[in-house]
């Protein structure tokens, strides 16, 4: 942390249940050079990791669908979410827990998966980097049936499907979660799938 515009940072910790929300407070150095008190609530649940995973020859994607309480309480009727495969990244590197991931949700055992780039998915209130991949998978690659973890209480529901109805579902409102649409469009645009 080194931005001379900003002094003085302390730290409250308002919760620290399933994760961290803390309550930042700082000073912050405005263009005339006068330094104002300000305040923040910034929610640390870690980093991530998100991929889609694809079939050039079958022109197809694999997603999940779960339940998704925050969308449930803001207007997702059923709260169920269509996603690409993602996770928390406890203490693996971002290549091993999505590897390890998507094993858990989807029953695939890919074998290679690319990086493609990170971003922050929610910068006001959230800490999270999201870590961004693809990977190709073919039927021989399904090795489980996925679902995700008990001892998690995941029930995952993995999803096939031709990637022309994906595209579809982002402009239906179907799918609305920001990772996922990042990487169809991300398949899109470099014409990976048609
Ligand atoms: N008991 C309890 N369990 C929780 C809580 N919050 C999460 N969990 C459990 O922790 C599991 C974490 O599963 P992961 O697969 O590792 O993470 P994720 O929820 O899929 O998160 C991914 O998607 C998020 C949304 O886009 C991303 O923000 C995140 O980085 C990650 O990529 C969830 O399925 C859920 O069972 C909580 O407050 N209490
Ligand atoms: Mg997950």
């Given at each position: 942390?080194?931005n ?13 249940n399933?994760?961290k929300l ?18 923040r ?10 991929i889609?995973?694809?079939?050039t020859?079958k ?8 339940f998704?309480?925050p969308?449930?309480l803001n207007?997702?009727e059923?709260?169920?979410?269509i996603?690409a ?6 203490k693996?590197?971002p290549?091993e ?5 998507v094993?858990?949700e989807?029953g695939y ?15 006001g209130?959230?800490?999270e ?8 998978y073919?039927?021989n690659?399904k090795?489980?049936?996925?679902g995700?973890?008990?001892e998690?209480?995941e029930?995952?529901e993995?999803?096939e499907?031709?990637?022309a109805?994906?595209?579809?579902m982002?402009?239906?409102g179907?799918i609305?979660?920001a990772k996922t649409?990042?990487?169809l469009q991300?398949?899109k645009?470099n014409?990976?799938?048609?």
């Open positions: 942390m080194k001379k515009k900003v002094r003085n940072i302390t730290r409250e910790v308002l919760s620290k399933w994760y803390e309550k930042i407070t700082f000073e912050y150095q405005q263009k005339n050079g006068n330094w104002q008190t300000q305040s609530e910034s929610y640390d649940r870690g980093n991530g990791a998100v889609m995973l694809y079939n020859s022109n197809s994607v694999i997603l999940v669908k779960q998704r309480m969308t449930y207007g997702n059923d709260g169920f979410l996603e495969c993602a996770g928390l990244l406890d693996d590197n290549d827990c999505i590897r390890k991931e094993i858990e989807t055992r890919v074998e290679k998966v690319e990086k493609i780039f990170e971003s922050y998915m929610s910068p209130s959230v800490t980097i999201l870590h961004f991949f693809i990977g190709e073919t039927e690659m090795v489980a049936n996925g995700g973890l008990v998690e209480q029930n995952i993995v999803l499907l031709p990637f109805k994906a595209i579809a982002i402009s239906s179907e609305c979660d649409i990042m990487l991300y398949l645009l014409q990976l799938l048609a």
